[in-house]
Antibody
Framework: HLQLQESGPGLVKPSETLSLTCTVS??????????WGWIRQPPGKGLEWIGS???????YYNSSLTSRVTISVDTSKNQFSLKLSSVTAADTAVYYC????????????????WGQGTLVTVSS | QSALTQPPSASGSPGQTVTISCTGT?????????VSWYQQYPGKAPKLLIY???KRPSGVPDRFSGSKSGNTASLTVSGLQAEDESDYYC??????????FGGGTKLTVL
């Protein structure tokens, strides 16, 4: 049974870098059948896709966040990570790690497994 | 990119049928069959209900169905049950490896 678990600081200061890790259990992050990504949800608001990564290192980012986002993978630990730089209060949100299918190394755009989410607050 | 447009709320009585719309443009919903729907209970992670417009993952009741016409996708919940009261979000592929969500619809079972 696949499980995704987010971890990282719950409080980040403005202008600093938000860093989160997603640990995958019950499945391999090196599978050629899936992409791994991040989605966030500000309190009381809707969902926003941040970006996704293939085990090979291929990444895709939301065009509105691409200058601040880095997603990386550590296959030895079955983990992938999110870094979001120069954060402001607008980055306060619940951050979810997710899985979505791949076909021929290209992403298929629906998210079939979600972590429970972790709230990150940006405040001094 | 702009979010897809969903009505903020919808409601129905037990046993009724409710349809939630999701309006995009000819560049997203109108062009691609990568529309998906998610159900989210308060404080919980979203759960995939429908993918590729009308396909249901294993375990999702067939009371939930999806469709698309032009630039608008729809989620229909038949035989409404109390447990269906939650938030619903649509999503569509935008092309160029980007995806966008709708603003969400709160479904109330009267």
């Amino acid at each position: 049974h696949l499980q995704l678990q987010e971890s990282g600081p719950g409080l980040v200061k403005p202008s600093e870098t938000l860093s989160l890790t997603c640990t995958v259990s019950g499945g391999s992050i090196s599978s050629s059948s899936y992409y791994w990504g991040w989605i966030r949800q500000p309190p009381g608001k809707g969902l926003e896709w941040i970006g996704s990564m293939y085990y090979s290192g291929r990444t895709y980012y939301n065009s509105s966040l691409t200058s601040r986002v880095t997603i990386s993978v550590d296959t030895s630990k079955n983990q992938f990570s999110l870094k979001l730089s120069s954060v402001t209060a607008a980055d306060t949100a619940v951050y979810y790690c997710v899985r979505h299918p791949a076909v021929g190394a290209g992403p298929i755009w629906y998210f079939d497994y979600w972590g429970q989410g972790t709230l990150v607050t940006v405040s001094s | 990119q702009s979010a897809l447009t969903q009505p903020p709320s919808a409601s129905g009585s037990p046993g009724q049928t409710v349809t939630i719309s999701c309006t995009g443009t000819r560049s997203d919903i109108g062009r691609y069959n990568y529309v998906s729907w998610y159900q989210q209970y308060p404080g919980k992670a979203p759960k995939l209900l429908i993918y590729e417009v009308s396909k249901r993952p294993s375990g999702v009741p067939d009371r939930f169905s999806g469709s698309k016409s032009g630039n608008t996708a729809s989620l229909t919940v038949s035989g409404l049950q109390a447990e269906d009261e939650s938030d619903y979000y649509c999503s569509s592929y935008l092309g160029d490896n980007n995806v966008v969500f709708g603003g969400g619809t709160k479904l109330t079972v009267l």
